[in-house]
C-alpha cells in the first residue's frame, strides 16, 4: 500500500507541473484521431516572440480522396481563437485569453484537399459573464471584438479564402444583453446575458449551419487593429468580421468551406 501512496503522489504531481505553466510561450495541442482511432495529426511548435507567434501543425484531415496540400492560415484575434479544419482541432491563439491586451497573430500550418471546411471559435475577452471587463476600476467597459484570417495554399501561394461577409457565425456568449449596465458598481447583479453551448458536431464539415447568420465586416478603424496584425501582409479580400455587435457578442462559432 505504502508503494502504491507513492504512485500516486508523483503522477499527482506531474500534472501539476504540467498545467501550471501559464506563462509559458509553449503550446500543447491535443492531437486527434481519426474514426480508426489512429493518430492523424502531428505537431511542432515554433518560437513565440511577443507580437507574432507562431504554431506550425501537420494535419492530415477526414479520409479524403483529393490531393493533400499544404495550407497557411494567417489569424490575428481580438482576443483568442482556434481552428478547425474538418472538425479536428488544427490550431489556436498561443496566448491565453486572460492575457491583458492580447493582440498577437498566429501561423498555422495544416494539410488538407479540397474542398474543406474551416471552423473558427473566436472570443472577445470578458472578465466574467457580465460580460464586461476590468471591473471595479474607472476603466470598466464592454470590451469589442473582431478577427481576420487568410488561407494560402502553399504548393501555389494563392490565398484561397479569406474572412468575408460570406462566413456564417453563431454567437454563443451574448452579455451584456442591457448595455445600460455597462458603468454599474454591481454589475453582477445588474447585466444580463444569454449563453449557449456549442451545438454537436458544429465543427464537421456535414453539419448544416445554413440558418447562421452571415458576417458583418468592419474597418480597421472600427476595431482597433494593433501589434499582430501588422506582422502580417494582408490580402485585400481578408475583411475584419464580426456578428452585428461588436461590443456584447463576445463567443462566435465561425464556418466556412473552401472550394478548389
Ligand atoms: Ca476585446
Ligand atoms: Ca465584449
Redesign the pocket.
Known amino acids: 500500500m505504502k508503494i502504491r501512496h507513492i504512485a500516486v503522489a508523483l503522477a499527482t504531481t506531474a500534472l501539476v507541473s504540467c498545467s501550471s505553466g501559464t506563462s509559458s510561450t509553449s503550446t500543447s495541442i491535443a492531437v486527434p484521431t481519426s474514426a480508426t482511432g489512429q493518430a492523424v495529426t502531428s505537431t511542432s511548435i515554433a518560437a513565440v516572440t511577443p507580437n507574432e507567434s507562431s504554431i506550425t501543425v501537420t494535419t492530415t484531415t477526414a479520409a479524403t480522396t483529393g490531393k493533400l496540400t499544404s495550407f497557411t492560415a494567417e489569424v490575428w484575434a481580438?482576443?483568442w481563437f482556434s481552428l478547425y479544419i474538418n472538425g479536428k482541432l488544427v490550431g489556436e491563439d498561443s496566448v491565453p485569453i486572460t492575457t491583458e491586451k492580447?493582440f498577437n497573430s498566429e501561423r498555422i500550418t495544416f494539410t488538407a484537399s479540397y474542398p474543406f471546411t474551416i471552423a473558427m471559435v473566436a472570443k472577445?475577452?470578458k472578465q466574467n459573464d457580465t460580460g464586461l471587463?476590468y471591473i471595479g476600476t474607472d476603466r470598466q467597459q464592454m470590451?469589442?471584438?473582431?478577427i481576420v484570417a487568410q488561407f494560402t495554399d502553399t504548393s501555389t501561394g494563392r490565398v484561397v479564402a479569406t474572412t468575408s461577409s460570406a462566413w456564417r457565425g453563431l454567437v454563443i456568449h451574448q452579455a451584456p444583453l442591457n448595455k445600460s449596465c455597462e458603468k454599474s458598481s454591481k454589475s453582477d447583479v445588474d447585466c444580463t446575458s444569454r449563453i449557449a453551448s456549442e451545438p454537436s458536431g458544429w465543427t464537421q464539415t456535414a453539419f448544416n449551419d445554413s440558418s447562421w447568420p452571415t458576417a458583418n465586416t468592419y474597418s480597421k478603424e472600427q476595431v482597433g487593429v494593433k501589434d499582430g496584425y501588422n506582422n502580417i501582409s494582408w490580402s485585400s479580400d481578408a475583411k475584419i468580421i464580426w456578428t452585428s455587435d461588436l461590443e456584447i457578442d463576445n463567443t462566435i462559432l465561425w464556418r466556412y468551406t473552401v472550394t478548389a
Do not use: I, V
Open positions: 481580438d482576443n492580447s472577445d475577452f471587463e470590451g469589442d471584438g473582431g
